[in-house]
């Protein structure tokens, strides 16, 4: 199995900066798109970003311009860059991957346990 493990989340306030990081372990054999999701109470969870193995990235409307993926495939992590936060940006940030495990080799959807951040004065 893989296991992806948040870390970085937080109180911040509006106009601050976090940084979160998501680190996959476990029996791998190949990572294809890593990504951040989040959600808010009451509402469904929802894509923010996502980095492919290749590099591209694809982002919500609402953090464009404001957050930044990145990824470091030698240790499999992504990163998630969040400037200029903003009260609506307050949710759990849940860590994706899509990999396949040796024992398999097929192709699963893999989440965090998810961070908290949240975004007030």
């Known amino acids: 199995q893989v296991q992806l493990v948040e870390s970085g989340g937080g109180l911040v306030q509006p106009g601050g900066s976090l940084r979160l990081s998501c680190a996959a372990s476990g029996s791998i054999f190949s990572i294809n798109a890593m990504g951040w999701y989040r959600q808010a109470p009451g509402q469904q969870r929802e894509l923010v970003a996502t980095a492919s193995g290749g590099g591209a990235t694809n982002y919500a409307d609402s953090v464009k311009g404001r957050f930044t993926i990145s990824r470091d495939n030698a240790k499999n992590t992504v990163y998630l860059q969040m400037n200029s936060l903003k009260p609506e940006d307050t949710a759990v940030y849940y860590c994706?991957?899509?990999?396949?495990?040796?024992?398999?080799?097929?192709?699963?959807?893999?989440w965090g346990q998810g961070a908290q951040v949240t975004v007030s004065s």
């Open positions: 994706y991957a899509r990999a396949a495990v040796r024992t398999t080799l097929r192709w699963d959807d893999f």
